[in-house]
């Protein structure tokens, strides 16, 4: 059974930092791409910042760049958001997703999501 499971969010002040992990299970880690997705409230789901398979290429939005660092460690089957300096407008639920594909169909699987408030 596939499972992303998010952990790691909270109650921060402004200028503070949380580090997120997704701990997968259920599929072979290192074959996927991995990302963080955030959706606010009345907003749609955006994506955060995305990782290739070896971690050796990495993407953000533009609202974070400098601020957020994705990570993965293979070994522990473990993807992390580093976030910095964050705030008020980073207050979202946060998910972790993985995907891959191959000829027959696309894999794409979604954790729970952990909220995140940046808030005085």
């Known amino acids: 059974q596939v499972q992303l499971v998010e952990s790691g969010g909270g109650l921060v002040q402004p200028g503070g930092s949380l580090r997120l992990s997704c701990a997968a299970s259920?599929?072979?880690?290192?074959?996927?791409?991995m990302s963080w997705y955030r959706q606010a409230p009345g907003k749609e789901r955006e994506l955060v910042a995305a990782s290739t398979t070896a971690g050796g290429s990495t993407t953000y939005a533009s609202s974070v760049k400098g601020r957020f660092t994705i990570s993965r460690d293979n070994a522990k089957n473990t993807v992390y958001l580093q976030m910095n300096s964050l705030k008020p407008e980073d207050t979202a639920v946060y998910y972790c997703n993985a995907k891959a594909w191959n000829w027959a169909k696309e894999y794409n699987y979604w954790g729970q999501g952990t909220q995140v408030t940046v808030s005085s």
């Open positions: 259920g599929f072979t880690f290192s074959t996927y791409a």
